[in-house]
């Protein structure tokens, strides 16, 4: 189903006005409502590709803010006329920069982002979505939108209620000003979202300043530079902020076919006997294998020993089981044609197991997102070796059904798993990075 717009086009008043506004609105016989009673999404929508590609007619307005197929092919065409890496994620920014330096005769387009409601998301019943949505513009001043909606009525949704939508858009200096409108628009007595919906290393200080203690945070650690989304994500954790990673929750389907591999009792053994784990992902954005890897190593008990990086792309570490022994990691980056829209998305898991008194009995466990990529790893000396091989099924979720995901089954509290597996990630890649940086020295 497609996303829906609001009830009305919606009305452009003062920011002063719409506290107010708002108060009238829910007070109209006609809505039948005083409002959904639930939560308040705030979205950062910079959405600069796709306001790229509008302006130099490359697809078609409106701006919706959503990935949609068209978006994504034509960035993947603009990858290849610019003669960027192939392995360029299709909305990696390195897209939107090239973009920026094409001169064409610039594009008119409406504009909806924040009126176009994901059915995801409203099925929900949020109070209120408020979106940031900054302009390419240099100088455009704030605009500040105020409209109603109501969810899309279906058997499985007989409880809806309506919310209302507002949107502030305008360049960067102007949303900043208009920040303080905020205050009266995230009701104390509902809880608030911020969904970080860009890259974690642009405009900072925004996103600090959004980013309050009591608010629960959406972000996606796959979008920026992996050392600052590391951090960033391991600084909220720690300080107890509610935090969620889109980049986490698409490891799901890979932690759960690990764990249901040595669930038989006849393997539950060989974790104990763990002495090589290979990662391989989709470019050079190391995040989400890191990740994979502090989740078993903290499982297991493993204690982070050393890091460091080979030609500067592949990370190697070491690992001590709890009996002493080495575990080796190496995590490879891979040159994929045609990646995922996500950076550094996984494409294969290699762990192999080693009694070191009966070395008969090794086990080599093969998880692959294609059959082809369990092929490549199934080369170096394995068939001597008992092969346990699955194919995970990648999901093909939109951003928007995994925000949803998180709004639904969240509370105001972080994953411990996540909560466990980040500090040993950011830890690893500080030592990476530390030596690299003395290296060069």
């Not at 996500?342 to 197991?353: A, D, E, S, W």
Request: aromatic share 4%; proline share 7%.
């Amino acid at each position: 189903m497609s996303p829906q717009l609001t009830l009305h086009t919606p009305l452009q008043i003062p920011p002063s006005e719409i506290p107010s506004y708002l108060k009238q609105l829910w007070s109209k016989e006609q809505l039948d409502s005083s409002g959904a009673t639930t939560f308040c999404l705030l979205v950062w929508q910079p959405a600069w590709i796709e306001q790229e590609l509008v302006r130099t007619g490359k697809i078609k307005g409106p701006i919706v803010g959503n990935q949609r197929r068209e978006l994504i092919e034509a960035a993947r065409t603009v990858v290849l006329d610019s003669d960027l890496p192939h392995c360029t994620p299709p909305l990696d920014k390195s897209v939107a920069t090239s973009l920026s330096t094409f001169i064409n005769k610039e594009q008119e387009a409406e504009d909806l982002r924040g009126q176009y409601v994901d059915v995801a998301i409203s099925a929900l019943n949020p109070r209120r979505l408020i979106t940031l949505a900054p302009t390419l513009k240099k100088g455009h001043p704030l605009e500040t939108l105020v409209a109603a909606y109501c969810p899309l009525l279906d058997e499985n949704n007989l409880n809806a209620a309506c919310g209302d939508v507002v949107v502030l858009r305008g360049d960067q200096q102007s949303l900043n000003k208009g920040l303080k409108i905020l205050k009266d628009l995230l009701p104390n007595e509902l809880p608030s979202w911020l969904w970080w919906n860009g890259n974690l290393d642009e405009a900072p200080e925004l996103l600090h300043q959004l980013a309050i203690p009591k608010r629960r945070l959406i972000i996606d650690t796959a979008l920026g530079e992996p050392i600052q989304c590391l951090e960033l994500l391991t600084s909220r954790i720690s300080s107890g902020q509610s935090i969620n990673d889109l980049n986490w929750l698409r490891l799901r389907n890979w932690r759960e076919t690990l764990a249901m591999v040595f669930d038989p009792p006849n393997r539950r053994d060989a974790l104990n006997h763990v002495i090589r784990l290979d990662i391989d992902i989709e470019g050079n954005h190391p995040v989400q294998g890191l990740l994979l890897a502090a989740w078993i190593a903290e499982r297991l008990n493993w204690e982070l020993k050393s890091a460091n990086s080979q030609n500067g792309e592949i990370i190697k570490a070491s690992f001590q089981r709890v009996d002493g022994e080495i575990v080796q990691l190496c995590l490879i980056p891979l040159p994929v044609g045609t990646p995922s829209i996500h950076p550094g998305q996984l494409v294969g898991i290699r762990l192999i197991c080693e009694p070191k008194k009966e070395p008969q009995k090794a086990t080599c466990v093969i998880l692959a997102s294609e059959s082809g990529e369990c092929m490549r790893l199934e080369a170096g000396g394995m068939a001597s070796m008992e092969l346990l091989e699955e194919v995970v099924p990648i999901q093909s979720n939109s951003v928007e059904m995994d925000v949803a995901r998180l709004l639904s089954s969240s509370r105001d509290s972080n994953s411990p798993l996540l909560s466990a597996a980040a500090p040993i990630a950011s830890k690893l890649l500080n030592l990476v990075l530390a030596e690299k940086e003395s290296f060069s020295n």
